[in-house]
């Protein structure tokens, strides 16, 4: 899988917002499938917006995305290729950490059971697994999301600002579930900071 961008700008952002960015009006930047990307922006200057546009739920753009170079692949294709860690998460409050990513898992049927409960335990206490989303933290909601990000195959996986709640250890240790994973299903990696990080072996940096 390929994605192409060309000229892509933000509606809502200026030309001189986007000035001097490795992404935004750049004629063509790609983002090659096994290959991992690092993505840096200061608050505000458009990380969200970025792979909102490429997982296409904002289309609030100028310039195009394209996939295999071809701009009529249908959205819902698109999206069975990608997987999406959201910056605000999505979770269910009311729902359990393990009934949260089941959720996820029985529509794509991806992970048994027992996979499910090992990649939960690799970054949450396991009793934490059978409480509502609601009484855990803001990091563990992100480790949460992470391991349900991770219950379907995808092409690509967006991360959007993923550590922004987590220590160093916890870091690691959703790091290395995600490696796993994206290296065993061979897919890309595009994940987005304030600042670069050095949790995965990227091969590109860029700055928004």
Same mark, same amino acid.
Do not use: W
């Given at each position: 899988? &390929?994605?192409?961008?060309?000229?892509?700008?933000?509606?809502?952002? $200026?030309?001189?917002?986007? $000035?001097?960015?490795?992404?935004?009006?750049?004629?063509?930047?790609?983002?090659?499938?096994?290959?991992?990307?690092?993505?840096?922006?200061?608050?505000?200057?458009?990380?969200?917006?970025?792979?909102?546009?490429?997982? +296409?739920?904002?289309?609030?753009?100028? +310039?195009? @995305?394209?996939?295999?170079?071809?701009?009529?692949?249908?959205?819902?294709?698109?999206?069975?290729?990608?997987?999406?860690?959201?910056?605000?998460?999505?979770?269910?409050?009311? &729902?359990?950490?393990?009934?949260?990513?089941?959720?996820?898992?029985?529509?794509?049927?991806?992970?048994?059971?027992? #996979?499910?409960?090992?990649?939960?335990?690799?970054?949450?206490?396991?009793?934490?697994?059978? #409480?509502? @989303?609601?009484?855990? $933290?803001? +990091?563990?909601?992100?480790?949460?999301?992470?391991?349900?990000?991770?219950?379907?195959?995808?092409?690509?996986?967006?991360?959007?600002?993923?550590?922004?709640?987590?220590? &160093?250890?916890?870091?690691?240790?959703?790091?290395?579930?995600?490696?796993?994973? @994206?290296?065993?299903?061979?897919? +890309?990696?595009?994940?987005?900071?304030?600042?670069?990080?050095? &949790?995965?072996?990227?091969? @590109?940096?860029?700055?928004?």
């Amino acid at each position: 899988m &390929l994605i192409e961008l060309h000229n892509l700008k933000p509606k809502y952002m $200026s030309e001189l917002e986007v $000035s001097g960015s490795d992404i935004y009006l750049q004629p063509t930047v790609k983002f090659e499938r096994g290959r991992k990307y690092m993505v840096c922006a200061r608050s505000g200057h458009g990380k969200t917006s970025l792979l909102n546009f490429i997982y +296409g739920s904002n289309n609030a753009y100028d +310039g195009a @995305v394209l996939f295999h170079d071809d701009d009529s692949t249908p959205l819902e294709r698109r999206r069975r290729k990608l997987s999406y860690l959201f910056q605000d998460l999505r979770l269910f409050p009311e &729902l359990t950490a393990l009934e949260n990513v089941q959720i996820k898992n029985n529509l794509t049927g991806y992970k048994s059971m027992a #996979q499910i409960e090992a990649m939960l335990d690799q970054v949450l206490s396991p009793e934490k697994k059978h #409480q509502p @989303v609601a009484t855990l $933290s803001l +990091g563990q909601r992100q480790r949460v999301a992470a391991v349900r990000a991770l219950c379907q195959p995808f092409e690509f996986l967006l991360m959007d600002e993923p550590f922004s709640h987590l220590d &160093l250890e916890s870091s690691q240790a959703v790091a290395a579930l995600v490696l796993s994973e @994206v290296e065993s299903q061979g897919a +890309g990696l595009i994940v987005t900071a304030l600042d670069p990080i050095g &949790l995965f072996p990227f091969d @590109v940096t860029l700055n928004l």
